[in-house]
């Protein structure tokens, strides 16, 4: 069973940052977060993951809490590309198959 | 980046034949592919994890037989969906995970439509 809760939908005006929210309350001390993302009718994109620091690529940051029972995911400035649904999933590499939840549907609009 | 393929993109077949799917990885050696379908509006179910050199192993719930998977070099799995009906008509997405970076990518998915 997917091991995280995120909201059913949010919204972002274009430009403006987007912060999806994750709980995670039962992750375990191997466990990392990941997001990925799925546009309509594509297979799902990477965009980051971490274990207990705060991560940032050139696509997003991901700020995790101390305890490590939640997350953020931070798209800096979003676009109206960024319109997908967003999942964020706990695993260990190399070991454990990604289990999807519902995830967060986001809208970017102009 | 790591790259994942899928052939075909999409199929359309006859109720009663079998629809064979290709996932590739093209810049790494994957000894471990997953196998998800995605209905409508809905989430990606893992069906399957794909061992290169030895037995898938399914997800509960899964029918081994009727979807047959093959993981034959370090490259490719195929999903073979056997005497295929309407129901399984659905989104068929693969993964990867490359063994160095740890990570998982996704293919871009096959639409299958049997009519």
């Known amino acids: 069973d997917a091991k995280t809760t995120q909201p059913t939908s949010m919204d972002c005006a274009e430009g403006r940052a987007a912060n999806l929210p994750c709980n995670h309350s039962?992750?375990?001390?191997?466990?990392?977060v990941y997001w990925y993302r799925q546009i309509h009718s594509q297979g799902p994109q990477y965009i980051i993951h971490?274990?207990?620091n705060n991560e940032t690529n050139e696509m997003a940051s991901l700020i995790i809490t101390e305890d490590r029972k939640s997350s953020t995911l931070i798209l800096p400035h979003a676009t109206l590309r960024d319109t997908a649904v967003y999942y964020c999933?706990?695993?260990?590499?190399?070991?454990?198959?990604?289990?999807f939840g519902t995830g967060t549907r986001l809208q970017v609009f102009p | 980046g790591a790259v994942v393929s899928q052939h075909p993109s999409r199929v359309i077949c006859k109720s009663g034949t079998s629809v064979k799917i290709e996932c590739r990885s093209l810049?790494?050696?994957?000894?471990?592919m997953f196998w998800y379908r995605q209905f409508p509006k809905k989430s990606l179910m893992l069906m399957a994890t794909?061992?290169?050199?030895?037995?898938?192993?399914?997800e509960q719930g899964v029918e081994k037989d009727k979807f047959l998977i093959n993981h034959a070099s370090l490259t490719l799995s195929t999903l073979t969906v056997t005497s295929a009906h309407p129901e399984d008509s659905s989104f068929y997405i693969c993964?990867?995970?490359?063994?160095?970076?740890?990570?998982?990518?996704f293919g871009p998915g096959t639409r299958l439509t049997v009519l």
């Open positions: 794909s061992n290169e050199g030895s037995k898938a192993t399914y």
């Open positions: 039962t992750i375990s001390g191997n466990e990392y």
């Open positions: 993964s990867a995970r490359d063994p160095l970076r740890g990570e998982q990518f």
């Open positions: 971490g274990l207990k």
């Open positions: 999933i706990v695993s260990r590499p190399n070991t454990d198959k990604l289990i």
């Open positions: 810049d790494f050696q994957a000894t471990t």
